[in-house]
């Protein structure tokens, strides 16, 4: 079955969205990321979807509610790289993923993640 | 031929002739699947590409195809997609009608307010996606279909 990456760095986790997912794609990453934050003990989930050119309300849900999952697995999450045209369709959709933690670039995220986690 | 009539939507609505007069040309895809739903973003970013819609556009348009096809699919059961390309004067256009046999919307009013769903989703979709075009109609009856129709313009 298809699947999206899903790397570690010390006790974080990295997730690069590089493929237009499908519903059930996106319903897998979830699955596993929350799989991955307790069997790698992870303290942070670092999202980027900079390569992403479409974010609409089931993807935008998947990703608030992973965030949710990993807060409540005792990790934060942090989605960074959103393209403008991207953010600007997902707060006219509707979308604000209240919530989840924003960053501009993966560097920008692992800060907001904190050192102390490496 | 039994199998274009296997997958031809029979929901008989006006909105398929909406924008006839202004049509230079018509593709229609199946939405069966999750799949179908990924294969038509990738046609209408080419549609939307090959008018010169600014990025944003762009994205807008292809964001409310994707949450139109997905209610199609979800509440649809199924359904198809006619993709067309349109003129007025000098303006240029794309233009998407969503057509199914499902059941058809009982509350439209309801179902076109942010956050009423039947599905389980976030109920965006249909309100959402009326914010993110320029022409936005839809045609529904109890036990018959669904038909919605959009148009973004090159502006």
């Given at each position: ?16 969205i ?8 996106a319903?897998?990453l979830q ?16 999202i980027?979807i ?5 974010v609409?309300?089931f993807i935008g849900r998947m990703i608030s509610n992973t965030a949710a ?8 999450t942090?989605v960074?790289?959103m ?12 979308l604000?993923l209240?919530?989840v933690?924003t ?16 | ?155």
């Amino acid at each position: 079955m298809e699947r999206i990456p899903i790397l570690r760095m010390g006790n974080l986790l990295l997730v690069t969205i590089q493929v237009d997912m499908h519903d059930r794609l996106a319903m897998t990453l979830q699955d596993d990321l929350t799989e991955r934050i307790v069997r790698d003990n992870a303290k942070g989930v670092l999202i980027d979807i900079s390569a992403l050119d479409l974010v609409d309300s089931f993807i935008g849900r998947m990703i608030s509610n992973t965030a949710a999952m990993a807060r409540v697995l005792d990790a934060q999450t942090v989605v960074v790289g959103m393209q403008p045209a991207v953010a600007i369709t997902l707060v006219e959709l509707g979308l604000t993923l209240h919530g989840v933690k924003t960053a501009l670039n993966v560097e920008k995220g692992m800060a907001l993640l904190g050192k102390t986690n490496f | 031929m039994s199998a274009a009539l296997n997958t031809a939507v029979a929901f008989d609505t006006a909105l398929l002739e909406r924008n006839s007069r202004l049509r230079t040309s018509r593709s229609t895809l199946p939405l069966r699947s999750d799949e179908d739903v990924v294969g038509l973003r990738r046609h209408v970013r080419e549609r939307a590409v090959a008018i010169a819609l600014s990025l944003v556009d762009q994205t807008k348009l292809v964001t409310a195809a994707s949450e139109l096809a997905r209610n199609t699919i979800k509440y649809g059961g199924s359904g198809e997609v006619h993709l067309d390309a349109l003129e007025d004067g000098f303006k240029r256009g794309v233009g998407l009608i969503f057509v199914d046999n499902g059941p058809g919307i009982a509350d439209l009013e309801m179902a076109l307010r942010d956050g009423y769903t039947t599905g389980g989703g976030l109920g965006l979709g249909l309100g959402g996606s009326k914010r993110l075009v320029d022409e936005f109609e839809i045609d529904t009856r109890p036990g018959e279909g669904t038909a919605v129709s959009i148009v973004k313009w090159k502006r």
